[in-house]
């Protein structure tokens, strides 16, 4: 064996003792069980540095959560979370990806937890999205009426949609303006958030359901026509084009969409 190899090895299974103490218990046998400070003290050093970091990384990625939880029931869960999903990741920064999940399976009686964690991950995906230009409206000026019908557009990878129920972004506001935040409550039916990045800040705000379904057709490639069709189910023909063009001139006014595609141009 090359000490190339041995040392990978080696690596190997000190991670596997560092992720799991137990199903590593055999690197135990590598490490020098000095009198002062034996094998398992030395490791456990490294054991517990490991997950305070990791903790540390989750704190960072879901600040508004260990607020509205507390630190220590914050710290339950980050343990439970790196036990449950032992990292894969090169980049610490997408290991939380899974705390939605987790917390609708370990605090089940407080679902705005959950909630809070999806938000609080949407904003960060937003900020950390790629960059790409940026339609404006008079861009579309020069477009010829007939070719509107067969318009359709490029959005920022930055946008998404989440439901919550609780009254998630009045917390979330106010523990960032360090406010006492508001009781908790929750709606009768689930709200749409829209989420996005203007100006390199991660933006949102609420959407009605028509405008989910716009949305979510033009995101798709929908032309303009074939979205106004959509919208006919909810309004008249003649309002439906009306609400869509609404829709797309906030989306333009809000920096959403990167480009227009005309058909067979």
């Known amino acids: 064996m090359t000490t190339a190899t041995h040392l990978a090895q080696l690596q190997s299974a000190f991670q596997s003792y560092l992720i799991d103490s137990e199903k590593g218990a055999a690197f135990t046998a590598n490490v020098v069980n000095d009198p002062k400070v034996g094998a398992e003290k030395r490791l456990s050093i490294y054991f ?9 990384a989750l704190a960072a990625a879901y600040p508004k ?9 914050f710290e339950q869960i980050a343990r439970t979370y790196i036990a449950d999903h032992p990292s894969t990741y090169q ?4 290991y939380g990806s899974h705390m939605r999940s987790h917390l609708l399976g370990f605090l089940p009686e407080h679902p705005i937890a959950a909630e ?5 991950w949407a904003i960060s995906l937003a900020f950390d999205a790629e960059d790409v230009p940026e339609l404006k409206l ?3 000026v020069e477009v010829p009426p007939q070719d509107w019908v067969g318009l359709s557009f490029t959005f920022q990878p ?31 039916c689930y709200t749409s958030w829209l989420i996005w ?3 390199l800040n991660p933006q949102f705000r609420s959407m009605s359901e028509m405008e989910v379904i716009a949305l979510n057709m033009a995101k798709s490639a929908a032309t303009f026509a074939e979205v106004c069709t959509s919208l ?16 797309l001139a906030g989306w333009l006014e809000e920096g959403m969409i990167s480009k227009s595609i005309v058909a067979n141009a």
């Not at 006919?232 to 829709?247: D, I, L, P, R």
Request: avoid cysteine; proline fraction near 4%.
């Open 48 to 56: 517990d540095a490991y997950r305070y970091r990791i903790i540390e």
């Open 65 to 73: 959560l260990k607020l509205l939880v507390g630190d220590d029931l």
């Open 91 to 94: 980049n610490i920064r997408w």
């Open 116 to 120: 809070m964690a999806a938000f609080e």
């Open 138 to 140: 008079q861009d579309l």
């Open 158 to 188: 930055a946008i998404q949609v989440i439901r919550l129920r609780w009254n998630v972004i009045p917390i979330w506001n106010a523990l960032n303006m360090e406010e006492t935040p508001p009781a908790l409550e929750q709606d009768s």
């Open 197 to 199: 990045r203007k100006d």
């Open 232 to 247: 006919e189910g909810e309004v008249s023909g003649e309002k439906a084009m009306a609400t869509a063009a609404q829709f």
